[in-house]
T-cell receptor, first 113, second 113 residues
Framework: DTEVTQTPKHLVMGMTNKKSLKCEQHMGHRAMYWYKQKAKKPPELMFVYSYEKLSINESVPSRFSPECPNSSLLNLHLHALQPEDSALYLC????????????FGEGSRLTVL | AQSVTQLDSQVPVFEEAPVELRCNYSSSVSVYLFWYVQYPNQGLQLLLKYLSGSTLVKGINGFEAEFNKSQTSFHLRKPSVHISDTAEYFCAVRGTGNTPLVFGKGTRLSVIA
């Protein structure tokens, strides 16, 4: 069983919709991540939060808006997406020191119509 | 900055045969090395990691990897594969300075009955 929980598992939305992806972890990790993964490609880093503060934004378009309400929760707000944004969105968490091994959730499969 | 090269995009192998998935990395600093596995429609699961110490690392599901600093390699091996090992395998590297994890492009392992 994964210790990083992502909801929903599947999401279909139109280009004018507003939706959110949610991620929760209870491992006491203080770093949380959003990755985007297209089919047959490696995950691409989008955002990193460290101690609830945004520390890395990999030049992600503003139609993706991350939020870290507390140390256990990470959201990704979606608005005015394009069909090319359809992908698997993966959340991960890690300790902030040491090896920084990432623990991944099962992902949210997003389809934009 | 770190980079990872997975030399084979696809590796077909017969059931119960041995397999080696190759990974080379580039870094100007000391690194931590990881292998992750991704089964269809799932997130990434850690197979094994090299942090320091013994260069032969054993992981889950009978996999092992050997860190070779002189050849900057971290190849993944299994002496006898099963159908259930069919998946995408990602090699990843992270600098010891808490830099983001960098993934290789992945190797698709297909086990043939």
């Amino acid at each position: 069983d994964t210790e990083v929980t992502q909801t929903p598992k599947h999401l279909v939305m139109g280009m004018t919709n507003k939706k959110s992806l949610k991620c929760e972890q209870h491992m006491g990790h203080r770093a949380m991540y959003w990755y985007k993964q297209k089919a047959k490609k490696p995950p691409e880093l989008m955002f990193v939060y460290s101690y609830e503060k945004l520390s890395i934004n990999e030049s992600v378009p503003s139609r993706f808006s991350p939020e870290c309400p507390n140390s256990s929760l990470l959201n990704l707000h979606l608005h005015a997406l394009q069909p090319e944004d359809s992908a698997l969105y993966l959340c991960a968490s890690s300790q902030t020191g040491g090896s920084g091994e990432l623990f991944f959730g099962e992902g949210s499969r997003l389809t934009v119509l | 900055a770190q980079s990872v090269t997975q030399l084979d995009s696809q590796v077909p192998v017969f059931e119960e045969a041995p397999v080696e998935l190759r990974c080379n990395y580039s870094s100007s600093v000391s690194v931590y090395l990881f292998w992750y596995v991704q089964y269809p429609n799932q997130g990434l699961q850690l197979l094994l990691k090299y942090l320091s110490g013994s260069t032969l690392v054993k992981g889950i599901n009978g996999f092992e990897a050997e860190f070779n600093k002189s050849q900057t390699s971290f190849h993944l091996r299994k002496p006898s594969v099963h159908i259930s090992d069919t998946a995408e395998y990602f090699c990843a590297v992270r600098g010891t300075g808490n830099t983001p994890l960098v993934f290789g492009k992945g190797t698709r392992l297909s086990v043939i009955a």
